[in-house]
């Protein structure tokens, strides 16, 4: 056995490199995101030819600007009582519908469809609502 693994066993096989996510993300920050985001890898908007439109900070503050606030009570979560929920109902408009009727037009039977007629005429229909012959 070596020094070196007196004290800590080495796996020989270990040949990787140790790569630095910190100083790699921080070179390639400027850089297109891969697909059609339009964006850096930063965050920043791209325009056309790749010039930064709107910096990422930016669109974090017009975000929170937005969606960063409480609402004030919208009264969602407050169970109506029945008055209230009358006074809805009364409140609304019938909602008017227009229905187009439209016209049957029956066309006469061609001579294949007389003679399938024909041949359905020997079957009877039960109480059950099962079809047999009239023979049977």
Same mark, same amino acid.
């Given at each position: 056995? *070596?020094?070196?693994s007196?004290?800590?066993?080495?796996?020989r *096989?270990m =040949? $990787? /490199? #140790? #790569?630095d996510? @910190?100083? +790699? =993300? /921080? !070179?390639?920050? +400027?850089?297109?995101?891969?697909?059609?985001a /339009?964006?850096n890898? !930063?965050?920043?908007? +791209?325009?056309?030819? $790749?010039?930064?439109? =709107?910096? !990422?900070?930016?669109?974090?503050?017009a975000?929170?600007?937005?969606?960063?606030r409480? =609402?004030?009570?919208s $009264?969602?979560?407050?169970?109506?009582?029945?008055?209230?929920?009358?006074?809805?109902?009364?409140?609304? /408009?019938?909602?008017? !519908?227009r229905?187009?009727?439209?016209?049957?037009?029956?066309a006469?039977l061609?001579?294949?469809?007389?003679?399938l +007629?024909?041949d @359905?005429? @020997?079957?009877?229909? @039960?109480?059950?609502?099962?079809?047999?012959?009239?023979?049977?």
């Amino acid at each position: 056995m *070596s020094k070196v693994s007196a004290g800590k066993k080495q796996h020989r *096989s270990m =040949r $990787g /490199k #140790v #790569v630095d996510m @910190d100083l +790699l =993300r /921080k !070179r390639n920050e +400027l850089t297109p995101a891969v697909g059609n985001a /339009k964006v850096n890898a !930063r965050g920043d908007e +791209l325009g056309p030819g $790749g010039k930064i439109v =709107r910096k !990422r900070e930016d669109i974090v503050k017009a975000h929170y600007a937005q969606a960063g606030r409480a =609402r004030p009570d919208s $009264g969602a979560a407050k169970p109506k009582t029945a008055e209230a929920v009358e006074e809805t109902v009364a409140q609304e /408009k019938p909602v008017a !519908r227009r229905t187009v009727k439209k016209a049957v037009v029956e066309a006469p039977l061609t001579a294949a469809e007389q003679e399938l +007629l024909q041949d @359905d005429a @020997d079957w009877i229909e @039960d109480e059950n609502g099962n079809f047999t012959q009239k023979g049977e």
